[in-house]
Nanobody, 121 residues
């Protein structure tokens, strides 16, 4: 069984910073791409940032220059450093990982349970 567990969400004032973490654990053979998505209130889920195993990165235009994604392959963990936060960054943030579990040896996406980020004064 595979789990993705997120941490680091919370309430922050505009202009502030937060760091999200997501650790994949369980019967894992290999973790490939990892990323963060978010779902603002009453909107669809959207891409925030992705990072490949080798470190290639893609950001949504709305977060470029403010957010930084990174990962630790040894720990199967992905991070999202969020700076200069704005009220429009308020959303539930979800971790995603494309990985191969030892129970199937087939790649498939896995999702975390989500963590709330609220940017408000």
């Amino acid at each position: 069984q595979v789990q993705l567990v997120e941490s680091g969400g919370g309430l922050v004032q505009p202009g502030g910073s937060l760091r999200l973490s997501c650790a994949a654990s369980g019967s894992i053979f290999k973790v490939m791409d990892m990323g963060w998505y978010r779902q603002p209130p009453e909107k669809e889920r959207e891409l925030v940032a992705t990072i490949t195993r080798s470190g290639s990165i893609n950001y949504a235009d709305s977060v470029k220059g403010r957010f930084t994604i990174s990962r630790d392959n040894a720990k199967n963990t992905v991070y999202l450093q969020m700076n200069s936060l704005k009220p429009e960054d308020t959303a539930v943030y979800y971790c995603n990982a494309d990985l191969i579990a030892t129970t199937s040896y087939q790649p498939r996406p896995y999702w975390g349970q989500g963590t709330q980020v609220t940017v408000s004064s």
